[in-house]
């Protein structure tokens, strides 16, 4: 079992930073598949960031968005720059112990989530 817990979210400007972070408990995040998706209101859950043996990224934040662990602190995290209004949803982090490349982008197939946590860009 892997609890995570997501924080860092608020209101910003577009242009502004952001930093999200995932705590995870109940097991050491070293060599664990782990990703952030997020969820705009009324839309599906969406991709965004993925980090197993290398790092995966959706188009739409694609070098404004990066993924990093610190194993050390057990952490996930996702630094935001360049935030648009269209990034305003909520959060999630997410773990799979088992996840093949090639299920990466697809939400249903990670195992343990986050709570998320509440990112609103205005223009």
């Known amino acids: 079992q892997v609890q995570l817990v997501e924080s860092g979210g608020g209101l910003v400007q577009a242009g502004d930073s952001l930093r999200l972070s995932c705590a995870a408990s109940?097991?050491?995040?070293?060599?664990?598949?782990m990703a952030w998706f997020r969820q705009a209101p009324g839309k599906e859950r969406e991709f965004v960031a993925a980090?197993?043996?290398?790092?995966f990224y959706a188009d739409s934040v694609k070098g404004r968005f990066t993924i990093s662990r610190d194993n050390a602190k057990n952490t996930l995290y996702l630094q935001m720059n360049s935030l648009k209004p269209e990034d305003t949803a909520v959060y999630h982090c997410a773990a799979a112990p088992g996840i093949i490349l090639s299920s990466l982008r697809d939400p249903r197939q990670w195992n343990y989530w986050g709570h998320g946590t509440q990112v609103n860009v205005s223009s």
């Open positions: 980090t197993r043996r290398n790092t």
């Open positions: 109940g097991r050491t995040i070293n060599n664990l598949p």
